[in-house]
């Protein structure tokens, strides 16, 4: 079946850059399918960062654009996420998760992993 | 902007449970609801505000069109304890309400 692992360093420091890595297995990547990143500040809501399709288009939050660069790797069936100069409202529960093409929801999803801003 | 309530709810196994999702602006039909148990990612239980996804139990169910929608449980269950919340997918950004908690009583 369908499984996504995250995968990067869980400490960062505050204005580094955040690096994450989604692996995709038992499913072509390259199928009409979004690859997004959404997180979850402790305690908080779920908030969209943005996502990836695997010709490279991209869509990004507006609140997180301008620190926001997603990638997708087809040969290794992954994707990633670069989101620059973090500080310590960047700490959260990193998902990533797959949305077929339209107006569908997530409907796979990676554990999640967590990421702490903090020097 | 989407706003859901109630913030928390606690409810006796048996009983009916009724959240609301209100958006700012029309959304059509494009409204998602989620479960989210302690430290699991979210699991998708309602699409396009009412159509059922396949393997999830018959008492989730949603409703709901324009900004104004609803999600219930007809007899919650123990394993129902989670934080539900909606997803609009009509237009970018997407975004989550609130969420709601439901404690078992």
């Known amino acids: 079946q369908v499984q996504l692992q995250e995968s990067g360093p869980g400490l960062v420091k505050p204005s580094d850059t955040l690096s994450l890595t989604c692996a995709v297995s038992g499913y072509s990547i390259s199928s009409s399918n979004w690859w997004g990143w959404i997180r979850q500040p402790p305690g908080k809501e779920l908030e969209w960062i943005g996502y990836i399709y695997y010709s490279g288009s991209t869509h990004y939050n507006p609140s997180l654009k301008s620190r926001v660069t997603m990638s997708v790797d087809t040969s290794k069936s992954q994707f990633s996420l670069k989101l620059s100069s973090v500080t310590a409202v960047d700490t959260a529960v990193y998902y990533c998760?797959?949305?077929?093409?339209?107006?569908?929801?997530?409907?796979?999803w990676g554990q999640g992993t967590m990421v702490t801003v903090s020097s | 902007v989407m706003t859901q309530s109630p913030a928390f709810l606690s409810v006796t196994p048996g009983e009916k449970v009724t959240i609301t999702c209100q958006a700012s602006e029309g959304i059509g039909n494009y409204l998602n609801w989620y479960q989210q148990k302690p430290d699991q990612a979210p699991k998708v239980l309602i699409r396009?505000?009412?159509q059922s996804i396949s393997g999830v139990p018959s008492r989730f169910s949603g409703s709901g069109s324009g900004t104004d929608f609803t999600f219930s449980i007809s007899s919650l269950e123990a394993e129902d304890a989670a934080t539900y919340y909606c997803?609009?997918?009509?237009?970018?950004?997407?975004?989550f309400g609130g969420g709601t908690k439901v404690e078992i009583k």
């Open positions: 997803q609009q997918g009509s237009q970018h950004p997407l975004t």
């Open positions: 998760a797959k949305k077929t093409d339209g107006h569908n929801p997530f409907d796979i």
């Open positions: 396009d505000a009412s």
